[in-house]
């Protein structure tokens, strides 16, 4: 069974950063992608970025310029860094790596337990 725990959330003032990491059970070159979520509360869960296998990125509109997603393979881990954060960044964040199991099967997304990160003053 895929583990992944992420790490390194908390508490923070607008305009300071963060980095958190996921790490994962086994490789992650053997996922199609790894990515992170964010749930505000009363809020469904949305896409933060994503890396695939060979590297590419990809983030939603409100992080574009501040978050990057960067990727260690020989660690097997997964790292966002979060500049110049805002109270609207207040989320609980969560790592997600997608599986292909095949072209009748599909895809099998694993994820971890999530990590809080509030932005107030």
């Known amino acids: 069974q895929v583990q992944l725990v992420e790490s390194g959330g908390g508490l923070v003032q607008p305009g300071d950063s963060l980095r958190l990491s996921c790490a994962a059970s086994e490789s992650i070159f053997s996922f199609n992608s790894m990515g992170w979520y964010r749930q505000a509360p009363g809020k469904q869960r949305e896409l933060v970025a994503t890396t695939i296998r060979y590297g590419s990125t990809s983030y939603a509109d409100s992080v574009k310029g501040r978050f990057t997603v960067s990727r260690d393979n020989a660690k097997n881990a997964v790292y966002l860094q979060m500049n110049s954060l805002k109270p609207e960044d207040t989320a609980v964040y969560y790592c997600?790596?997608?599986?292909?199991?095949?072209?009748?099967?599909?895809?099998?997304?694993?994820w971890g337990q999530g990590t809080q990160v509030t932005v107030s003053s």
């Open positions: 997600k790596a997608e599986r292909y199991l095949g072209y009748y099967e599909g895809t099998y997304d694993y």
